[in-house]
Structure formats: structure tokens, C-alpha cells
């Protein structure tokens, strides 16, 4: 059977990491609230020269040298982003023409924190169904550029990043590797909960990031459970064949709540919201990508990809490395 076959993971961070008590002489908040409420002890933070196209095309540069795999083989990139460097062309195109990888489709997709999960569903679609051969999955954002620097609500939360994947279609056998299986939600009557203030089409602005935080945990850990369930059903697996789970890393109580509810040892969630903070629609691929070189997720393992965000948008995909 056809299948998308993960060849390559990469990943990148803006140069500047900034401390929980950096941020403390920011805004009325300080380390220990932050540890204690999120997990997070650190977050990077794109400056001059940093935006999401170059974190992005750093990301597919790392995955492509992982994979082995010439940028010139690459006929599809799927970007997932919130926070693209411009309204248009979409980003995936300026990481293409970077790549020297022209021709074949590249489009950007806006699930928000749930973005990757929605870029590999796509990208796992069009290999499956002939549209493309080799696929580069990105997340990236820098969602420092949309946050309110004077809110310690939401200013505290998030950092920069980007991953990638690269997809290979493949003939496998049944219980070989690739993508098995994916869900994907959405739920837009719940937009005032997470959202930003502004538009080319509303405001002309860019907007800032907006967020009642308590609400989005309680419907994250709900939905989450609900879609992890819904996956392993499609797949045949059950919760105690998984490997590992690598959730979005919005916080670390929402991880550990989730993986409870399934019964999962905590030790089979990678987490990295420690030192990341949320990176929006980065954080499962860079997490995957640090567990993937620190040694962790190797070839074989049964991976859990899960994601929740602003829409609200929710999905997960069990792949077999
Ligand atoms: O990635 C997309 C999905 N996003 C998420 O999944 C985020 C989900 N939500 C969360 O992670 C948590 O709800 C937060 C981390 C955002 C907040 O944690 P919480 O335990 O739900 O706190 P809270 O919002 O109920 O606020 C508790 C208190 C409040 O003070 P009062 O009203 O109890 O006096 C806040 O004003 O903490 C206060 N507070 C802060 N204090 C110090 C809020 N932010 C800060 C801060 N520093 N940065």
C-alpha cells in the first residue's frame, strides 16, 4: 500500500533565549507563576532578520540534510503558519524559492497550534492519492510579533520556532512505516476564547493575540482525549502500543492531564514547553525533532502527534516511524 513515509525531521530556533525572569522586569509577573502554572522556564524570540520564512526554511534545510534527500526531489511544501511574513505570497513559496526547489505546489495552511497536525493531513492526502511525491511539512511562527507585550496574560506563553518533516511516498507493507491514520476538528462558535484583533480584510492591522486562558485548558484536555481515542480506534492500536506522544506544548499541566486521561505514563510524553514555551504550530514537529536527535523516537516507534488551538482546531495522527 501507499503510504507517506517520514524520511527526515529538522528543526530551528531564533538565536536570543529569554528567561521567565527576564519577562519579570517586563510585565507584573515572575518565574515562579510561570513554572508553576505552565512548565515554562524559557522561550526563544525571533529579532533582526528573524521571521518565520527564514526559522522555516532553516528547519527544511536541517530535514532535508536528515533525510538525505535533494531539495530538488521536493514537489510539495505544506506550511503551517499563523504568523506568515507577509499577507501573501504564502510562505511555503519564499521557502521553496530558498530551497532552489521551484515547480512543484507549496501553500501555506492556518490551523493555528493545531496547523501541523492540518499540514500533514494534507500532505499525507496528496501523496497518497499521486498529487505529489515528496512533501516538506512545516510549522513555523513567530508569534512574538502578534503578542501584547504589556498583557501577562498571553505575553508569557509563547515563543519562535519552526520544524519540519519530509514525506516520501511509498509502497510499504501493511505493518510497515508511514502515516495510519489522522483526525482532524474544528469548532469556530468558539472564537472569542482565542483569537487575534486584526486583519488585512477587518482592521487592516496585524492584531495582537487575545486569550481567556482557563477556558481554552478546560476544552484542550476534553478535545484532546476525545481525538487521541478517535485516532486509535481508525488504527486498530490501543494506548499502550504507543511509543511516544508528542503533543503541542502549550503547558505542561494540559500534557500531563491528557496523557492521564489516556493512561499514559508521563514518560512517553516528549516535552519541551520548558524550554520553548508554545510555538504555536512549530511545537510538534520541534519536539518530535529534539526527541528524534537526542535519541529517544527511533526508527519503528509508534508515534502520537497531537495538536489543539485558536479556531478552535484539534486533531492527532499516529505515524510508525
Ligand atoms: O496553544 C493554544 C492553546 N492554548 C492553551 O492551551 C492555553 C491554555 N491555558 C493555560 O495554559 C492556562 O489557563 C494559563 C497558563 C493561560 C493560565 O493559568 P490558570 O491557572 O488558568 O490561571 P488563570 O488564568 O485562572 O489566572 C490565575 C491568576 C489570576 O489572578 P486572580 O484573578 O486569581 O487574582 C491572573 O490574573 O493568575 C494571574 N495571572 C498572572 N500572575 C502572574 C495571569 N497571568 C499571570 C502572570 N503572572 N503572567
Known sequence: MIR????GSGSALPARAVSNDELARLVDTSDEWIRERTGISNRYLAGEGETTG???TEAARAALADAGIAASEI??????TATPDCTFPATATQVQAALGCTGGAAFDVAA????????????DSMLRTGLATCALVIGAETFSRILDWEDRTTCVLFGDGAGAFVLRAEDVPEDGPG?????????G???DLLYVDGGPSSTGTVGKLRMR????FRHAVTNLAEVLEEVLKASGFSAADIDWVVPHQANLRILDATARKLGLPAEKVVVTVDRHANTSAASVPLAF???RRDGRIAAGDLVMLEAMGGGFTWGASLMRV
Open 289 to 291: 525533532d529534539v526527541a
Open 179 to 187: 502515516v495510519l491514520a489522522t483526525r482532524l476538528h474544528a469548532d
Open 75 to 80: 514537489d510539495l511544501i505544506v506550511l503551517a
Open 112 to 123: 493555528v497550534c493545531t496547523g501541523f497536525l492540518y499540514a500533514l493531513a494534507t500532505a
Open 4 to 7: 507517506s513515509v517520514f524520511k
Open 213 to 216: 486562558g482557563r477556558e481554552v
Open 189 to 191: 462558535s468558539h472564537r
Open 54 to 56: 527564514t526559522l522555516a
